[in-house]
């Protein structure tokens, strides 16, 4: 999918970025929070889980972000990923 307009690239990209900021800005808490609910359970199940899900959560975002930049800026360093 193109984007023609380019205020509408440059929306998806903020809204992008306004994702991995929110996500950078609830690791802490959450990460506190899986911690203290793994001690009660006496389970580090509680905290790999919480863990392992925000690193996919970074790694899914970080792609949209890289995306959203390239078809901003228009520069495709992987051509063949974007061949129509």
Same mark, same amino acid.
């Given at each position: 999918?193109?984007? !023609?307009?380019?205020?509408?690239?440059?929306?998806?990209?903020?809204?992008?970025?306004?994702?991995?900021?929110?996500?950078?800005?609830? #690791?802490?808490? *959450?990460?506190?929070?899986? !911690?203290?609910? !793994?001690?009660?359970?006496? !389970?580090?199940? *509680? #905290?790999?889980?919480?863990?392992?899900?925000?690193?996919?959560?970074?790694? *899914?975002?970080?792609?949209? *972000?890289?995306?959203?930049?390239?078809?901003?800026?228009?520069?495709?360093?992987?051509?063949?990923?974007?061949?129509?």
């Amino acid at each position: 999918m193109m984007i !023609s307009n380019r205020s509408d690239a440059e929306t998806k990209f903020r809204k992008s970025q306004r994702c991995l900021f929110i996500l950078l800005l609830l #690791f802490i808490p *959450v990460t506190l929070v899986a !911690s203290k609910l !793994s001690d009660l359970l006496h !389970s580090d199940l *509680v #905290f790999g889980l919480t863990e392992a899900g925000l690193m996919i959560g970074f790694v *899914v975002v970080s792609v949209w *972000v890289y995306v959203a930049h390239i078809r901003l800026t228009g520069k495709y360093p992987f051509y063949w990923l974007f061949r129509k």
